[in-house]
Each structure stands twice: as C-alpha cells, then as structure tokens.
C-alpha cells in the first residue's frame, strides 16, 4: 500500500502481558514516529527514528516501553508487563521531510 | 506539561456558521501545523505556517500564526457537516524541529 501500515489495528490482552505493536512506513521515507493518543485527546511523542541516528526516546514514558527500526524501515514498538493505563491509540507516522508527518490509522490497545 | 492549548475544547455548530479555533502557548515555534482527524483514523495534515503573522486559505479554511509565532489560529467560514472531526495544532520545537508537540485538540460537530 502507499500509506502507513500499523497492525493489529486492535488489541485486546490481560494486565501484565508484553504486547508488539508493528508499523510500517510509507517507502522512502527515512524518519518514523511513535506517538499515543488517549480517548480522543492530543498526542503523545514517544519515540523518533531518523536513518541510522540514534533514536530520540525521550517521550517513551517508562522503561517497559522500548520500540526498534530494522533495516531503516518497519518498526516494532513493545511495551512489557503492561498496565492499564497503557490504554490508548498508538500512532505511527513516517515524513520524508523534517514537519510533514503522515499518519497510520493506528492500533488500539485495551489492557483488561 | 500541556506546552500547547486548544480552546475550545469541543464545539457544535450549525451548517453555514463560522468558527475560530485556538491553539496557544508561551513557548516560540519554528513552525505550527494544522491537523484534522476523524474516527478511526490518522490525523491528516492541513497546513504548515512557518512565518511570523504568516495567512494561509486553504477553501473556507484559514490559519494564522502569530507574530511571534507562540499561537495560531484556523477560522472555518460557511461550515459543512463534512468539517466535523477532531482538529489539532502541532508545534515543531526551536532545539528540535523534527519534534511536533501536539496541542489536547478542538473536536468540532457541525450539524446539517
């Protein structure tokens, strides 16, 4: 496809389980973002990944969230023993150029 | 810290009026975004302004940012239900650029 692909669109899982959330950019584009977005409200920097620099991870909000970019392009974002208010809508969005962000449709956590 | 806020927070309209959103906040931009989003989705991008006191008309939408570039503004003229979404503003910061910091959003309901 030619947008930003994010699976599972929805997930579902029991309080203190590691999760995986996958995006994949739009072709070309050399930076990736994670965002987090709660019940409807702004969003949330969490992480960003700019070729081969060092990621920025200062949004990331504990260290049971970690994500990785293999190969410059698809990025995992893992969040381990996950509490429930990890509830919210990840984001990933990819830009070719520095301020022009397109957006995946996201992927819906519920930690029960 | 909210370094962005939205006001209002959640608008309902009529078809046909206009409409002024907000985005403030006491820190400088190098540029402000406009994004807007609807259910299920990513946001999408509207506009970037990058100038002090920068105008730009996008349809019946214009956005403002202001001269010393801390705020912005998106004025809605003769508003259609197909407005209806959520709209965000996002700042891109001095020190790093490629980090937008999102405003909580304005969600808007424009009723036929």
């Known amino acids: 496809g030619a947008g930003v692909s994010q699976s599972p669109s929805n997930k579902v899982t029991e309080k203190g389980k590691d999760v995986e959330l996958r995006c994949d950019p739009i072709s070309g584009h050399t930076a990736l973002y994670w965002y987090r977005q709660s019940l409807g409200q702004g969003l949330e920097f969490l992480i960003y990944?700019?070729?081969?620099?060092?990621?920025?991870k200062s949004g990331l909000p504990s260290d049971r969230f970690s994500a990785e970019r293999t190969g410059g392009s698809v990025s995992t974002l893992t969040i381990q023993r996950t509490q429930q208010e990890d509830s919210a809508v990840y984001l990933c969005?990819?830009?070719?150029?520095?301020?022009?962000?397109?957006f995946g449709e996201g992927s819906r956590l519920t930690v029960l | 810290t909210q370094l962005l806020e939205q006001s209002p927070q959640f608008l309902s309209i009529q078809e046909g009026e206009n409409l002024t959103v907000y985005c403030n906040s006491s820190s400088v931009f190098s540029s402000l975004q406009w994004y807007r989003q609807e259910p299920g989705e990513g946001p999408v991008l509207l506009v970037t302004v990058v100038t002090g006191g920068e105008v730009k008309k996008l349809k019946r939408l214009t956005f403002q940012f202001g001269d010393a570039r801390k705020d912005s503004s998106l004025h809605i003229t003769a508003a259609q239900p197909g407005d209806t979404g959520l709209y965000l503003c996002a700042g891109a910061k001095l020190d790093s650029s490629y980090k937008l910091i999102f405003g909580s959003g304005t969600r808007l309901l424009v009723r036929p």
């Open positions: 969005a990819s830009s070719l150029t520095v301020g022009e962000l397109f």
């Open positions: 990944f700019q070729g081969n620099s060092a990621p920025d």
